[in-house]
């Protein structure tokens, strides 16, 4: 189990169905929904103000997620939270997605089925509309997001609740090997692909 913590009466709350790895942090009132995904290095430190992580949604390897005190936090269902985003007092929506080492101040109002590219930085008390594009530093919403990349996004998410899965009855520590199999397997593929490929196929 991750490192938990008790912070002044909360406890983190953790369903049986999602999966925390054992080198993220969750501290004081932090709640998770089902079926989540979150990642090493992950930390949601919940001591000023409420953490929620709605169902399905991931928060991936070296992720912060915290606030001011008195705000909440909030990722809604299947979002997708990538490598080393930053969150802080923020409302991201449903099936929306924001990018790596993206940050997201406080006040953010991130639309449902949004991406925020990596590297942005959405500045605070900014209220993004459903279905945006944003990219930059400061961010801005360069257009409307293609069905088709919302199916993308959508499968992407799938594939981390179904990684939460796995985690759950198959990740476990072990010590290195010294050599490589002579007879080791590829890893197998998913037809997850990256956005811009998904851009150029046909749906």
């Excluded at 989540?36 to 390897?61: K, T």
Aim: glycine content about 12%.
């Amino acid at each position: 189990m991750a490192y938990c913590y008790e912070f002044k009466g909360f406890i983190p709350v953790v369903p049986e169905d999602t999966y925390v790895h054992p080198q993220a942090v969750l501290i004081g009132n932090v709640i998770l929904g089902d079926g989540c995904y979150i990642g090493p290095g992950a930390s949601l430190r919940g001591d000023f103000g409420r953490i929620v992580i709605g169902d399905g949604a991931n928060v991936q390897d070296n992720c912060i997620i915290h606030s001011f005190p008195g705000r909440d936090a909030v990722v809604e269902t299947d979002g997708h939270i990538g490598h080393g985003a930053i969150l802080h007092g923020c409302t991201v929506g449903r099936n929306a997605l924001v990018g790596m080492n993206a940050v997201i101040m406080d006040g953010v109002e991130l639309g449902a089925e949004s991406i925020v590219g990596a590297q942005a930085f959405v500045r605070g008390e900014t209220v993004i509309p459903p279905r945006s594009m944003v990219v930059g530093s400061p961010a801005k919403v360069i257009r409307e997001v293609s069905e088709k990349e919302v199916a993308w996004k959508t499968r992407g998410t799938a594939e981390y609740r179904q990684l939460a899965r796995d985690c759950l009855v198959g990740l476990m520590p072990v010590e290195p090997l010294k050599v490589v199999e002579a007879d080791r397997p590829e890893i197998a593929a998913s037809d997850v692909v990256s956005i811009q490929e998904a851009r150029r196929t046909s749906s």
